[in-house]
Structure formats: C-alpha cells, structure tokens
C-alpha cells in the first residue's frame, strides 16, 4: 500500500544530542514537509522540499535540519541548538507545490529529551 | 497575515447527537484553499475535504457536511449523529494560491461518549 512510513515512533535523546528523524514515502509526490505539533498550539512548517535537492525553511527553523537526496526520503535531524525538541514530529507529502493539493501525513514520531 | 482559529478547545458530547466544529481564517489573498484534517488516536492526519475560495456551495459527505461562509470568513465542519469513532482532533488548515504550505488552526478535541 502507499503512504508514508516515519521511524521511529518513540525517540528518547539526551540533552546535546543530534537525533535524526526517518520519513519515506512510496506515494512519487514531489513535495514533502516537516511539521511541529505542540498540545495547544497546532501544527507549525518546520521545513519542506519540493523537489530532490532543495528545500526550504519554514516558520520554526532554527535548531534543525533536512536534507533530500532522494524523492522518496526526507530526514529531519534535530540539532542540539534546538532549544526545545520534545514534540510531535509530523512528516506529509503532497502530488506537487502549486496545487494546494491536499498533503498525506505519515503517523508521527514523538520525541522526548532526558 | 494568514490566520485560522479554532476558538473550541474541546467539545463533549453524547452519541447521536450533532455537534458543529467552528473554523474562521484571515487571509489578504483572493485565491486561497481551505481543509480539515481529522487526527485520530494513532497521530496520523486523515485529510477531510478541500475547498477553495470560488466555491462556497455547501458540502455533505455521509454524516459530515460543511458550510462556507466568504462574508464571515468561515469554515464550518457539522457532524451529524455523531458516533464514538469520531472522537479525535480536527484542524482546520489554510493554504494560498500557489503554494502547499498550510497553516494550521489549533485544533479541536471531540469527545463523543457512548
């Protein structure tokens, strides 16, 4: 079946730590995105890619990274500059940017910092 | 600025009985995309609809309808006969003409109990 598979569901870090989150889709959209979810505060655009090799920052950038050297795969590090990291991570695709199509989700990792 | 509310925290109800969920965004463009997302207990978002600025003719999908109002700005999910399996956060979401990124309201929590 198609969809977005991220990995892993739990993730514990220690303080100082980079940790890496894993998002792949199978659904050949060329459009895929990072978000944030906090209780009480929705979902915030952490970074997004349009196509392989380019991306771009979102609304709440700083203490993270991406990179996309394939279309399937989007990777979200989480740097130790990232003041507050535990969170909800959601990662979503979408068919192309420009179409206001609508974005499928993968099921979250929640990361907890220790 | 783009904005979406979603001034309902939570939302209780007893089964079968209707509930409304608001939804009131911002937005300076003419050209604009308006969604709602159900986030069950797993954490994925499931899409809903998709609606965009030109069409503001009512909705009914089985149990769900929704109303689009441009004079208030206004977005509104009705359940009809809700159910136990509803229970979950909606987020309404925004997005503008030529681009994916959507702007997320901060969700409502329905409970529905047996």
């Known amino acids: 079946d198609g969809g977005i598979t991220q990995s892993p569901k739990y993730l514990f870090r220690k303080e100082g730590q980079n940790v890496t989150l894993s998002c792949e889709q199978n659904?050949?959209?060329?459009?895929m995105y990072w978000y944030r979810q906090d209780p009480g505060q929705g979902l915030r655009l952490i970074y997004y890619?349009?196509?392989?090799?380019?991306?771009q920052k979102g609304d709440i950038a700083e203490g993270y990274s991406v990179s996309r050297e394939k279309k399937e795969s989007f990777p979200l590090t989480v740097t130790s500059a990232q003041k507050n990291p535990t969170a909800f991570y959601l990662c979503a695709s979408s068919i192309d940017q420009g179409r206001n199509t609508e974005a499928f989700f993968g099921q979250g990792t929640r990361l907890t910092v220790v | 600025a783009q904005k979406v509310t979603q001034a309902q925290t939570e939302i209780s109800v007893v089964e079968k009985e209707d509930v409304t969920l608001d939804c009131v965004y911002e937005?300076?463009?003419?050209?604009?995309?308006l969604f709602w997302y159900k986030q069950p207990p797993s954490g994925e978002l499931v899409f809903l609809i998709r609606?965009?600025?030109?069409?503001?003719q009512n909705e009914i999908s089985g149990r769900y309808s929704w109303n689009f109002q441009k004079s208030t700005s206004s977005f509104n999910f009705t359940i009809t006969a809700s159910q136990v399996v509803d229970s979950a956060v909606y987020f309404c979401a925004l997005s503008e003409r030529d681009t994916d990124k959507l702007i997320f309201g901060t969700g409502t929590r329905l409970q529905v109990f047996p």
């Open positions: 609606r965009n600025s030109f069409d503001e």
């Open positions: 659904l050949n959209h060329d459009a």
């Open positions: 937005t300076r463009d003419t050209t604009y995309y």
């Open positions: 890619s349009q196509i392989v090799n380019d991306f």
